[in-house]
């Protein structure tokens, strides 16, 4: 708390519900605008021609106080009639979409053609809902993520909604990295930052396209913030979705540790859950603190909770 | 009746709400498919990117039984979330649309951007909605009506909508008229039809763009079925929309008569109300056979009555 009154500012890296629960708890403790969250467009894609960026909807609408609390994703109460109606009309409707939601889509597609940044619409969308953080898309390139999968090559939503994560994940790419450049203030949110934070997110498909983001990896390398990252595998498991499985059929051990190895370089504090406990000395032999705490996120106490114990972790870092 | 029974067709030229209330009448008469309607689309537009067709909606909703019976327009029970959301966010909410009509804009902007024609996707959308009659958009290609007003030139729907209809009305183009053409369908509906039914919408910006679409006014002046033109004007007003002021502006009389000259050489018979009995003789001076009744269209069965009363006339008049 000292920390918070004393300036401190906060960059994050996230990808959807993870990400966004804890950007919520930053939200709560650091008065505007000294929290920045940068996040994944990997999962950007469209439907019905309409520019759909799941991953920034989820973290804007959470920061709004306006998330469905149930799925994390999605507007609280929205409602489904739009969609109702393109089924009804014979178009397809496997992807679900609240009305509401539709019309974030509507107006961001149509500024989009426009020639206006997904930046710029991000930002305008967050200053509309009175959100004080700054949301900031990793980049303003379209990038697709891609699965290599046993039944082939896979679009993201078309593995991970549509076809409900039943595919083991042999291989992922990022089309249209190598032309991708870090959304303006993207670079500046990592140097500055008094600590940099990886969210709980998914490290292949979330927070992988951040980092494959021309200078962000270099950027978060050489950041003079102390970087802290927080496992998204507690006892083996995944919070959410498929990172589990996915690390295991790309090769990497499922478990802390096993995050701790794909971030080594990278962040100097790992905060692992206490279920993971024994992990920490094979962790720290990694050159990497770790921190040992209840991880999982209920209420947005919960989400407090854990951000601020990230505050004081870096503070000690930063003092050590 | 009987003529129904004996295997009647009915084309209809119509506008929106107007057109789809007799369009209605007729399918309630006659089996499908034997009534093809024709409509207006230079009305159409686009607002956040998303293709919009006021007329094409009013005769589908309508006959698909899910038009909105108080407004005419729009679909009944539907709600506004999506265009809250819009609002929301910043983005511009004169243009009255609920969720499940986004639903047929986002559907139809998807399907046009594969390089479908709205021919195509309105005769799809009508199946999709059990629709047995052929609803024919007047043309593929976009047509857009603009209004010389002493404020300037203006689109249709800024007029219409946004402006409430109260500039007066100096001088009507229909851009991109000259390349249009017929939409498939439309010249065979006109040739093969035993009647051709001109609905009681604006003679100016709902009747004069079909008109204008090259090739279906020499197909409605050389059409071997009779043709029936319901007047929009009654008593000397319209009974919806601007019609009255628009003729007054343009220097036609605001009457019955007036509307008699505009269709003069296309028409065989004019259908006035009751009110403006006293103006059949001047009609018939001009060649033009006159029916005089209750022009007014409440529910079905109104709708179904006129219709049935326009075969009577249609039928009198082909064996006359």
């Known amino acids: ?34 929290l920045r969250v940068i996040v994944n467009t990997a999962d ?107 039944e082939g090559r896979l679009d993201f939503q078309d593995y991970f909604v549509a076809r409900r994560q039943s595919d083991d994940v042999l291989g992922v790419a990022f089309a249209g990295i190598e032309e991708a450049r870090p959304a303006p203030g993207v670079l500046d949110a990592l140097a500055e930052a008094d600590a940099i934070v990886i969210a709980p997110s998914n490290p292949i498909v979330s927070v992988g396209p951040i980092l494959a983001v021309d200078g962000i990896r270099d950027a978060l390398a050489s950041a003079k913030g102390v970087r802290i990252a927080v496992s998204p595998i507690v006892g083996g498991k995944a919070l959410k979705g498929p990172a589990d499985r996915m690390l295991a059929t790309l090769g990497h051990e499922v478990s802390s540790l096993g995050v701790a190895r794909i971030y080594a370089g990278l962040i100097d504090i790992l905060v692992i859950d206490n279920a993971d406990a024994d992990q920490a000395a094979a962790i720290e032999a990694l050159g990497i603190r770790t921190v040992v705490t209840n991880t999982i996120m209920g209420g947005p106490e919960d989400r407090e909770r854990l951000a601020s114990e990230l505050l004081d972790a870096a503070f000690a870092g930063a003092r050590s």
């Open 44 to 150: 950007d894609f469209r439907l019905y021609g309409l520019a759909i960026s799941p991953d920034i909807d989820t973290v804007t609408y959470t920061l709004a106080g306006i998330a469905n609390p149930v799925q994390g994703w999605g507007i609280a109460g929205d409602t489904r009639q739009t969609l109702d109606a393109i089924a009804r009309l014979g178009g397809e409707s496997w992807f679900l979409l609240g009305d509401q939601d539709f019309g974030t889509h509507i107006l961001r597609t149509h500024r989009l053609a426009q020639g206006e940044s997904l930046s710029t619409i991000t930002a305008d969308f967050a200053s509309a809902l009175g959100i004080g953080p700054h949301i900031l898309p990793m980049t303003d390139q379209p990038v697709a993520t891609l699965l290599e999968t046993p």
């Open 1 to 34: 708390m000292s920390l918070a009154q004393a300036g401190t500012t906060v960059t994050m890296l996230a990808g959807g519900v993870g990400g966004a629960k804890l950007a919520e708890g930053f939200a709560r403790l650091l008065p505007d605008p000294r």
